[in-house]
């Protein structure tokens, strides 16, 4: 799940990682900081690439 285009937060310019929604657990690329003091809330949606069935 690992894309470098997702890898930095839109917001604050920290590294993203994957989190899981509690509601569905969905995943999502959300800041490193939002634990932190200054709780940046940038969040992007994860790609999922479909794998097309050979047959």
């Known amino acids: 799940m690992s894309d470098k285009n997702n890898s930095i937060c839109p917001?604050?310019?920290a590294k993203?990682?994957?989190r899981y929604k509690k509601s569905d657990g969905h995943p999502f690329?959300?800041?490193s900081k939002y634990?932190?003091?200054d709780r940046c809330k940038g969040i992007?949606?994860?790609e999922v690439k479909k794998v097309?069935?050979?047959q």
């Open 11 to 13: 917001l604050c310019g």
């Open 16 to 18: 993203m990682v994957i």
């Open 29 to 31: 690329w959300g800041c």
């Open 35 to 37: 634990f932190s003091k």
């Open 44 to 46: 992007r949606a994860v």
């Open 52 to 54: 097309e069935d050979k």
